[in-house]
């Protein structure tokens, strides 16, 4: 079992050390892209791409928190933090989904205002622009795609990425057809639809985030299935006061009183229990055993 634990150990921190290497890329390729957007916007006197600067650096500031979680979250435990500070990954999942939330509230006044008062866009400017911002936000956030699902805290990045390539495609087409047809209600009304995008994508981001936050069972784990994982072990007779929770974005821990009908096969059982468990994203689990006729009172 402890060759097992190891192993898994080994993964967790090797698939660690690789998001913390994407995120770093991606932090270096968005803040180059927002000096770009910069020095454009202020050469072509456009609004537009300085806001849109503005905004690209809400998204450096997501990622560098996101890799200041996952930092924090291989600080070893102390004293005062036994778990250490990997907790911190879900407060930094939590924050990044309010910013996004914030952010589609920004984009909604700018789109109302310019319904209200069109405003000229150099088109070509607008629309090289918006083609390096697809590029650079693609190509992070297709890097970050592969992570998005076991970790919350990737996912809200990964989502802010996929937020920016819209809104970078949105000013793209809103470009061409300002410059082919001179229409400029296109880039409020696109980036509307791109708002509601965004939004629905962050809801789930910021209710996975809440529920963590509140040590709520996460995301995909199903309470009944781990008591039949844990019930269907040999030589369990049954469990109960049993409490899931995440430790982390990445880890989830179990408690469970555990009885069994025999003390002799208490370590073999608890090794078992253990093992099935950390097949079912259940890294951290602590049992506490019990012999069956000390249980009738719990009515297991």
């Not at 957007?37 to 905004?55: I, N, Q, R």
């Not at 629905?200 to 509140?214: F, G, K, Q």
């Not at 994982?229 to 430790?247: C, D, F, Y």
């Not at 099935?276 to 069956?292: D, N, S």
Request: charged share 15%; glycine share 8%.
């Amino acid at each position: 079992m402890s060759e097992h634990h190891h192993h898994h150990h080994h993964h967790y921190e090797v698939e660690s050390e690789q998001s913390g290497q994407i995120l770093m890329v991606g932090i270096v390729l968005n803040l180059l892209f927002v000096v770009v957007e910069l020095v454009m916007g202020w050469m072509y006197g456009s609004l537009g791409l300085l806001g849109d600067a503005g905004h690209n650096l809400g998204d450096v500031f997501s990622l560098i928190m996101a890799f200041l979680a996952y930092r924090l979250a291989r600080i070893p435990a102390t004293k005062r933090y036994t778990y250490g500070y990997r907790k911190s990954t879900i407060l930094v999942s939590l924050l990044n989904a309010i910013i996004l939330l914030v952010a589609v509230g920004a984009i909604v006044v700018e789109a109302v205002r310019k319904l209200q008062a069109p405003a000229d866009v150099n088109g070509e400017a607008v629309s090289w622009t918006a083609a390096l911002g697809i590029v650079v936000n693609g190509i992070t956030a297709y890097m970050l795609m592969s992570k998005r699902k076991g970790d919350l805290n990737m996912r809200g990045a990964f989502l802010h990425m996929v937020a920016d390539t819209l809104v970078s495609v949105g000013v793209l087409l809103s470009g061409v057809v300002i410059m082919v047809w001179g229409i400029t209600i296109v880039d409020p009304i696109i980036s509307l639809v791109i708002a509601v995008v965004i939004l629905v994508s962050t809801w789930r981001l910021l209710a996975d985030s809440l529920r963590l936050s509140l040590d709520g069972v996460p995301e995909g784990i199903d309470v009944d299935s781990i008591t039949g994982v844990i019930t269907s072990t040999p030589g369990v007779l049954g469990v109960h006061h049993l409490h899931i929770w995440a430790m982390s974005t990445t880890q989830n821990a179990l408690t469970a009183h555990i009885v069994i009908d025999e003390m002799a096969q208490m370590e073999v059982v608890k090794e078992a229990v253990k093992s099935r468990l950390a097949q079912h994203a259940i890294t951290h689990a602590t049992l506490e055993i019990e012999v069956g006729v000390a249980c009738c009172e719990n009515k297991c």
